[in-house]
């Protein structure tokens, strides 16, 4: 079953507004997390991969009572040869969780720890972590409510996000803070004792039989349920009706009930880059809309200084064949009207490359933001943790699956591919300024002796550019040996998830520059596109918002509210029929 999203209309959920995200733990993808993150849809894990996370959770306690299992019979990193004693098992759990929870710096926003929740209850429901099933539908009520922990930014360097997912973890517990959508704190629960005979606090709604039983009331035989009436008995339909009834404080910001975390729930919950991921992905999804939105800016240029078609001829994309290339042309022709094998200029032969190489510098931004997505698709939808809880076998495989290699990489690809397209609207940007292309002013200034008009726009550019160029530096480069060397090589794919994000502002600033300018000169010009096409509804949208006053001013506000103006230029350049 993929992850889906729906109306709760149809599945008969009535009286609940928002569509669904189920949950799966194998078809999730980067859309669902962002919907997620923003609140724009509520969770509801699937039927199946909730069977998967009971089987796991069953397998994992049988394997850990009659084996050494790493983190739960034995410590972490460079103590994993030392073992924990039977009676101390519960309260291992939490000491390991209370440790790792250890993160420094600013509190992240609830934005980025929602993504991170949600990743990491997709990620569970693929069913190797070994975890209690009702800490999934714990995770799931706190994106339901806009309930979420605080985190803090540093803590990992790409080789699991254990300190942040301790924060998440001994929030569960009900030993640290959360925070409500208007990010106040919550009202303080208290922790569930460790104590292994203590019951599970059950919600306000559901019973406590439901769920797994707590450490020390027995395992049950092989291929028993432990959670026969638990979430999983319910079909989708009822388990969408249950999660409306469940949270009556929608939107008030309360956690979910304090969870009894043990020995065989800490270590489970920790072993995650999810926090990473969720960055990522909202990086992600917002560089991929700029990067598109820019394409509506450029085309805006194009015309301001009677730009050639003919670098975005079909001929010309076929016969050098990158995808992204030739879809970056082919929307190209669509948004401005130019044919297919357009006509020579009467003018210039061919224009400098902010215009010329549009297709060539695009198009590889393109294709690295597919790349990315689909390493973020595996990752957000593994069973990466370590050990591995295999039911199938009964067995509990330590790996490395928490390495971010792959991810580390590919995000630095995508800043390196997303630096050369705000570089390219700088160029455009210098071109704008320059008589001989647009038969204006230089900088086009009005009509006083000596006016400045744009020109501190390059400036503000360039500076804006020189962040991006800073935040492309390769994360993966970094290095770090760490837990007495027994962890002695790092991915830093966390450093390349926060970079990532820090460059999407940045960004939205340098092509705002562009976009001011553009329309100056098409104003300067008393050029207006056809409505009808899409640059010339761009160019409506664009003169609805940009004042007309052309005299020396701040440009401020103008860059502020262009910058803003992106993410409706995204609906028109998506707009276009593939």
Not at 105 to 124: I, K, T
């Amino acid at each position: 079953m993929s992850s889906r999203n729906a109306d709760m209309s149809s599945v008969g959920a009535t009286g609940l507004t928002a569509g669904l995200v189920v949950l799966d733990g194998c078809g999730t993808g980067v859309t669902d997390i962002v919907r997620l993150a923003d609140g724009a849809a509520r969770p509801v894990p699937g039927t199946e991969a909730m069977k998967r996370v009971e089987e796991s959770w069953d397998a994992a306690r049988q394997i850990a009572a009659t084996g050494r299992v790493y983190g739960r019979s034995t410590g972490v990193g460079a103590n994993r040869n030392e073992d924990v004693p039977t009676e101390a098992a519960a309260e291992h759990g939490l000491r390991l969780l209370r440790s790792h929870a250890g993160a420094i710096g600013e509190e992240l926003p609830a934005r980025q720890v929602r993504a991170m929740l949600a990743v990491r209850a997709n990620q569970l429901l693929a069913g190797g972590a070994g975890l209690r099933p009702t800490v999934v539908t714990a995770l799931c009520e706190a994106l339901e409510t806009g309930a979420y922990p605080v985190v803090n930014e540093f803590g990992s360097v790409g080789t699991g996000d254990i300190a942040a997912l301790a924060q998440v973890g001994l929030a569960l517990v009900g030993e640290h803070p959360w925070r409500g959508p208007d990010a106040s704190r919550t009202p303080s629960v208290p922790p569930v004792p460790s104590v292994p005979s203590v019951p599970p606090v059950p919600s306000a709604s559901r019973s406590p039989e439901q769920g797994a039983p707590l450490a020390g009331q027995g395992v049950p035989p092989q291929g028993q349920s432990s959670s026969a009436q638990g979430p999983s008995s319910l079909g989708l339909e009822e388990r969408v009706t249950s999660f409306g009834e469940e949270v009556s404080s929608l939107g008030q910001g309360l956690p979910p009930a304090p969870q009894p975390l043990d020995n065989n729930d800490a270590l489970a919950l920790i072993s995650s880059n999810a926090l990473t991921l969720g960055q990522a992905a909202l990086a992600l999804d917002e560089l991929r809309r700029l990067i598109e939105a820019t394409q509506v800016v450029a085309a805006l240029s194009l015309l301001a200084v009677d730009g050639s078609h003919e670098a975005y001829a079909a001929p010309v994309h076929a016969a050098r064949p990158h995808k992204g290339s030739a879809e970056v042309a082919r929307r190209m022709r669509e948004l401005i009207g130019a044919a297919d094998r357009p006509t020579p200029p009467l003018g210039r032969i061919q224009d400098p490359y902010g215009f010329r190489c549009v297709p060539q510098i695009h198009g590889p931004a393109h294709d690295a933001a597919d790349a990315l997505e689909g390493v973020l698709v595996v990752e957000i939808n593994a069973a990466a943790e370590n050990p591995l809880i295999s039911p199938e076998d009964m067995a509990a495989y330590h790996h490395g699956g928490f390495y971010q290699a792959q991810l580390a990489l590919a995000l630095d690809h995508f800043r390196l591919a997303v630096t050369q397209v705000a570089r390219l609207s700088t160029s455009r940007l210098s071109t704008l300024n320059e008589p001989a292309y647009t038969r204006l002013r230089p900088f086009l200034a009005d009509h006083e002796p000596a006016s400045s008009g744009v020109m501190i726009l390059e400036y503000a550019a360039a500076a804006a550019l020189g962040d991006l160029r800073a935040f492309s530096a390769p994360a993966s480069l970094g290095h770090a040996v760490l837990s007495r060397g027994v962890e002695e090589q790092a991915s830093f794919a966390s450093l390349a998830a926060r970079q990532t994000l820090r460059a999407c502002g940045a960004y939205r600033l340098v092509v705002g520059c562009e976009l001011v300018s553009a329309v100056r000169a098409l104003r300067q010009r008393d050029l207006r596109p056809d409505p009808e096409l899409p640059v010339g509804r761009a160019m409506e949208l664009a003169e609805s918002v940009l004042g007309l006053d052309q005299a020396d001013r701040p440009l401020t506000d103008d860059v502020t509210a262009a910058a803003a103006l992106l993410d409706r230029f995204t609906d028109i350049w998506r707009g276009i029929e593939s």
